[in-house]
C-alpha cells in the first residue's frame, strides 16, 4: 500500500507504520528518522538540519524535497511505503503531488490521525525511543524488558532531544500552523480519511476498511 500518516507529534504514525510494514512488506519511510540518522552521523545533512530539530522547528522544505526525491526512488519502494511525518507543510505536499505525477504513481489514501491534546502530550512525554533502531517505547504503558536497553536490537533507549517540555510545546505550535492545514489540501484532493482513535489497532482497522482489506 501507498499511504501518507498525518497527524500531531504522538499521534502515533511511526507506531502504525510499524505494524503496517508487517501486513504487506511496505516500507516506512520516516523524515524524522533519516533527519536523526543524518544527526548521529555528523553529515553535511545532519549538519543543517541539527539547530531545527532540537528546538523542534521545521527543517527546510528544500531539504526535506531533496531527501524524499531520493528516497522514493529506492527499490524498497516498488512493494509499496508508509510516509510518517512528510508532507508536513503545504508546499512539500504541492512538490510530493509533482513528483508522484512524474513518477506515474498514485497513493491509496491519506490518513490523518486524530488524537486529543492532552493525550498527546502525555505520550510525547513518556516516550522512549530506540537511538539505533528508532523502535518506540513508553515508560508507562510499554516499557523496555530491561530498562534504558531495546528488546529489538540491544541499542540505547532514550528520551529523544526534541522531547524536552520547551520543545514539545514549540512542535505542536508548528503543527498547528503548518501541518494541519495539510490535512485540508488532502481533502479537497478526495483522499482524505480521519481516523480520530488513541488506540493503534483501532487505527489499522479503519485503514483495512478503508482499502477494502
Ligand atoms: P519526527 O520524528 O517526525 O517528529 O521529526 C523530528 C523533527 O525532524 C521535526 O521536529 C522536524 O524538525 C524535522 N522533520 C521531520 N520531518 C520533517 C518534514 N517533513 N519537514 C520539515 N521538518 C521535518
Redesign the pocket.
Known sequence: MKLILLGA?GAGKGTVAKLLTKMDGSVQI???DI?RGAVAAGSELGKKAEA??KA????SDDL?MGIMSERLKEDDCKSGYLLD?????IP?AEALKVMLTDMGEELDAVVDIAVPRDVILDRLTTRRTCSDCGEIYNVKSNPPSVEGKCDKCGGPVVQRD?ETEEAISN?LDVYNEKTAPVAGFYEKEGMLLTVEATSSDAVIEAIKAKLGQ
Open positions: 507529534p520516516s523524515t524524522g533527519l531545527a530539530m523542534g522547528d521545521l527543517v526535506i511525518g512528510f508532507p508536513r507543510t512539500q526534541d512542535r
